[in-house]
């Protein structure tokens, strides 16, 4: 009687070369990261730093603006969601100083970089430009009229952020091609989808943002002699593109960069490039939608639009489509490398 095999080995066929034809499986996510170079971790320097002063221009008078003191925290809701953008980047700068998936702190700081150069120029609109025009406008729930416009502390302060969160995404766009880091390209069979759902809601989003997200209501007023009713357009906040000057430049250059920022992101490698550019999207317009929900639910002189509810609708599906590059783990087979 043969004596009984006792090597697992053997047995079972383990270590033995694979049969031919056979797909070799490739570790599936498997994140190569090289050496850091210093000018990634400047990025997030800039980026951490533009998180922290954001934070802080949270606290002083924003603008005096026809006699009334306009801040955009009044409460602990409305700092919730101011600080949502600030500790998002302070986070993500905080983790690429470090070191940790350079190309996702990157590819955060290059989008939200560009995002910046049009909300930068507004910015200074509101606080400089906007008495050549006077207009009501809407700013932290507040009906204003800028007759007259004086700045406080929190608007140099978030002028100072945005002006670091720009100089972030220049270092970052040039850090780019020097990082290394990839990975088996495990999200590569499900960026085309992503690119096109990431396209048609960076145009449905520049369309909501072309309208105010808090508007003032239309007036009924009704006819004491005769009880007809009449509706009367009561002048409301400006429109993206309504705005002249620097603020007109701000919006068309803020609208492109959310545009052409949700066609990129997609494609920017490894997956986790990708997972940061689609969460700066995401963080912008979940903090702008957010904004025109506590503008509208400040007072009963502004009403939440259709567009701000839509443009948070828009921020959900953003962020489910971050998620979805975030958590995609289909190994690859061999035949696919």
């Known amino acids: 009687m043969p004596?009984?095999?006792r090597n697992p080995a053997r047995r079972t066929g383990a270590g033995s070369a694979p049969r031919a034809g056979a797909p070799t499986p490739t570790?599936?996510?498997?994140?190569?990261?090289?050496?850091?170079?210093p000018l990634a971790r400047a990025a997030g320097v800039l980026l951490a730093l533009a998180g922290?002063?954001?934070?802080?221009?949270?606290?002083?008078?924003?603008?005096?603006?026809?006699?009334?003191?306009?801040?955009?925290?009044?409460?602990?809701?409305?700092?919730l969601v101011a600080l949502l953008a600030p500790v998002a980047a302070l986070a993500v700068g905080t983790g690429l100083l470090l070191g940790r998936v350079p190309r996702f702190g990157l590819a955060y700081a290059a989008v939200t970089g560009a995002l910046a150069v049009g909300r930068l120029l507004i910015e200074l609109y509101q606080g400089h430009g906007s008495t050549a025009r006077p207009a009501v406008e809407v700013l932290a729930g507040e009906r204003v009229v800028t007759s007259s416009v004086d700045i406080g502390a929190g608007w140099v302060l978030g002028v100072v952020a945005l002006s670091l969160t720009v100089l972030a995404g220049a270092v970052a766009m040039a850090a780019w091609g020097r990082t290394?880091?990839?990975?088996?390209?495990?999200?590569?069979?499900?960026?085309?989808?992503?690119?096109?759902?990431?396209?048609?809601?960076?145009?449905a989003a520049v369309l909501c943002l072309a309208l105010p997200a808090a508007d003032v209501p239309d007036r009924v007023v009704t006819d004491p002699t005769t009880g007809?009713?009449?509706?009367?357009?009561?002048?409301?906040?400006?429109?993206?593109?309504?705005?002249?000057?620097?603020?007109?430049?701000?919006?068309?250059?803020?609208?492109?960069?959310?545009?052409?920022?949700?066609v990129i992101a997609p494609s920017l490698r490894p997956r986790l490039g990708a997972v940061g550019g689609l969460l700066g999207v995401t963080v912008f317009l979940l903090s702008t939608a957010l904004s025109?929900?506590?503008?509208?639910?400040?007072?009963?002189?502004?009403?939440?639009?259709?567009?701000?509810?839509?443009?948070?609708?828009?921020?959900?599906?953003?962020?489910?489509?971050?998620?979805?590059a975030w958590r995609w783990r289909t190994p690859l087979s061999g035949r696919d490398v």
Not at 60 to 75: A, E, N
Not at 193 to 198: D, I, P, R, S
Request: aromatic content about 2%; charged content about 15%.
């Open 3 to 5: 004596a009984r095999d």
């Open 27 to 37: 570790p599936a996510d498997q994140v190569v990261v090289g050496p850091v170079p």
């Open 52 to 79: 922290l002063v954001g934070a802080v221009a949270l606290v002083p008078t924003y603008l005096v603006v026809g006699g009334t003191d306009v801040g955009p925290v009044t409460g602990p809701v409305d700092a």
């Open 180 to 203: 290394v880091m990839d990975d088996g390209g495990t999200l590569d069979p499900l960026r085309p989808v992503l690119a096109g759902c990431a396209a048609v809601l960076g145009v």
């Open 228 to 262: 007809l009713e009449t509706v009367v357009a009561a002048d409301g906040a400006q429109a993206l593109l309504e705005r002249p000057g620097l603020a007109l430049l701000g919006g068309l250059l803020l609208a492109a960069a959310l545009l052409l920022s949700a």
């Open 292 to 324: 025109g929900w506590r503008d509208a639910v400040h007072g009963p002189d502004v009403d939440w639009t259709l567009p701000g509810v839509g443009l948070l609708v828009l921020g959900v599906g953003a962020a489910a489509l971050t998620v979805l």
